[in-house]
């Protein structure tokens, strides 16, 4: 069983940065993939980024250019920096770690609220 334990959100203006993080209680460099998701109210949740083992990285057209995935092997921790937030990206985060096809697993989610 792996905890994962997202933090870092909070009321941020538009324009303004975050950065989440995701502290796993297990190697976080052997899951084959870890991910961001958000979900809005009344909306589906949606994948923001993803970085594999290898280290490669994919993001949703809607955050490019703006957020950035890392992550700190020694730590145990996945981060999510976020840049010139918009109003849109007001959601629950959730970080997700898959290592298998039978091992995958779910944050507690942390609210991020772009609100002036």
């Known amino acids: 069983q792996v905890q994962l334990v997202e933090s870092g959100g909070g009321l941020v203006q538009p324009g303004g940065s975050l950065r989440l993080a995701c502290a796993a209680s297990?190697?976080?460099?052997?899951?084959?993939?870890t991910s961001w998701y958000r979900q809005a109210p009344g909306k589906e949740r949606e994948l923001v980024a993803s970085i594999s083992r290898g280290s490669s990285t994919n993001y949703a057209y809607s955050v490019k250019g703006r957020f950035i995935i890392s992550r700190d092997n020694a730590k145990n921790t996945v981060y999510l920096q976020m840049n010139s937030l918009k109003p849109e990206d007001t959601a629950t985060y959730y970080c997700?770690?898959?290592?298998?096809?039978?091992?995958?697993?779910w944050g507690q989610g942390t609210q991020v609220t772009v609100s002036s």
């Open positions: 997700y770690a898959y290592y298998s096809w039978q091992e995958d697993y």
């Open positions: 297990r190697s976080i460099f052997s899951a084959d993939t």
